[in-house]
């Protein structure tokens, strides 16, 4: 029995038990067949879109990097017109001159120049050493000279800056009470200078240092040190700028305040120059027909030989010629009268001047020699009679470098 119920218990041999139908069979292998097609495709389709993905981003970076150009180029152009320039402070004549020079050059190209109000003194100087952007500035020669002297920026000052022209001379105004009759007078007293005019303070204590007058420099603003002059508890207000002054021309006809004569004296060494007021410039502070002696500081438009960058340099030399060209222009009634001054002829002894600005005027001083030649030997010619003996060519020379001369300091026509 038992051998019977172990043997019925087997697994039956049935073929429908013993493998899977053929439906299914074949189900799996499509489906083999299905994933081994597709999958390709599909790998196929994720690369095709990456690739498509790659070439928009290149698309996209190459168009970014066009903008980008165009923008840098734009950028370059302008920046290769514009220079930054130090003046000085509003009510200043430096703040004056350079915003006159900058509306003056507009037009000329791309030229652009952009005024930047300055402490004066030895700060302007400071800056144009070392201030990012600054392409030029207006410094008095009496800083130049003082700075180089101590070597208050390092050595070398001298071939680190070039000067492209000595533009006018600033007059030092001393006002003073009635009280003061000499620059004596005012040792140990109490002496005003402008608050917002570093070049005023800094002549004012270089002016008194080396006259040897001891005297405490205090900052007050202009109009409120004119009624300390009055009252007495300052004894003088000093101002620099170019005559005549809308200040000073202002002040009453009372005897109340005067302008201090102080001549020039070998004393006050390099950067200081003689200088007088006369009744034309104050007519109520000096009678008619009288003078009063003065000092005088030359304004220099500088710039830095040792160029932060060579765009710098390159940006000068374009503003050179279009300076030179307005200079006319700027003589005009209706600008600053120091214009009327300029002479781009004088030098500033010991210092370099810009190559460019140097090159024209030695080509504008051949041209006017030549020009000058050319009427001196029509003058001969004319003057000359008929059958007298010529003149030998050291005689033509010596009476042409004279007749040279003549010219030049006269300001005859030529």
Known sequence: MLRTILLSARPSADPAHSSPPRELTLLRETKVIIVFIIAPILVLSLISFSSGRAALAQAATASQRAALARQQAS???????????????????????????????????DLRLIPVDAPGGIESLRDLLFLRGIDLALVPENVLNYADATASFGPGLRERLTYIAELYAEEVHFLVGPDISSVEDLRGKK??????????EFTTREVLRRLRIGAEIVRVAPADAIDDVQSGSVAALVLMGGKPLRLVAGLPKDGSIHLLAVPFTQALGDGYSPSSFRAD?????IPEGQTIDAISVNAVLVTNN???????TQR??????????????????????????VNLAATLARWQRFPIAKEMLEKALRDQTASVQKDF??????????????????????LFDEYLKWTRSTGAPR
């Open 191 to 200: 002496v005003a200078v402008p608050a917002e005019d570093g070049n005023a």
């Open 306 to 312: 040792a160029a932060k960058s060579d765009e710098s």
């Open 316 to 341: 000068v030399a374009k503003f050179v010629p279009a300076l030179f060209s307005v200079l006319l222009e700027l003589g005009g009634p209706e600008r600053h009268p120091k214009w009327s001054e």
């Open 377 to 398: 030997d029509q003058f001969l010619r004319v003057n000359n009679p008929r059958g007298s003996p010529g003149r030998s060519p050291e005689e033509r020379r010596r």
């Open 75 to 109: 950028q370059k152009r302008h920046n290769e017109g514009s220079l930054m320039v130090l003046g000085g402070r509003p009510g200043t004549t430096y703040f004056n001159i350079v915003h006159e020079m900058a509306a003056a050059v507009v037009g000329n190209g």
């Open 281 to 285: 410039d104050y007519p109520a502070l």
